[in-house]
Nanobody, 124 residues
Framework: QVQLVESGGGLVQSGESLRLSCVAS????????MGWFRQAPGKEREFVTA????????YYADSVKGRFTNSRDNAKNTVYLQMNSLKPADTAVYYC?????????????????WGKGTLVTVSS
């Protein structure tokens, strides 16, 4: 099973940027779609974005579309989440996951592995 470790979270002010990384070990992720999820305090986990195995197809939730960019480097077994124009509503623990697939309507399926998450806090 693939192990996933997120990093790059932190405390930023509204309007600033962060880049999260998710490094995989144990197995290659080059055959997996990869998703980013987030969970704010007191809320359910939200599916934020996904990228297909080759990196030429992505999905974004409306809440982050135009501000977040999902990318991957299969040679480094790593996926990235560039987050720009951050808002206090983006405050959450962000998780990456290896998934079997996703749709362009915001569904995902076949979670293979979860990371432990990285905390992003956006102050106003």
């Amino acid at each position: 099973q693939v192990q996933l470790v997120e990093s790059g979270g932190g405390l930023v002010q509204s309007g600033e940027s962060l880049r999260l990384s998710c490094v995989a070990s144990g197995r290659t992720i080059s055959s997996h779609a990869m998703g980013w999820f987030r969970q704010a305090p007191g809320k359910e986990r939200e599916f934020v974005t996904a990228i297909n195995w080759s990196g030429d197809n992505t999905y974004y939730a409306d809440s982050v579309k135009g501000r977040f960019t999902n990318s991957r480097d299969n040679a480094k077994n790593t996926v990235y989440l560039q987050m720009n124009s951050l808002k206090p509503a983006d405050t959450a623990v962000y998780y990456c996951a290896a998934i079997m697939g996703y749709t362009d309507t915001g569904d995902y399926y076949g979670v293979q592995s979860w990371g432990k998450g990285t905390l992003v806090t956006v102050s106003s």
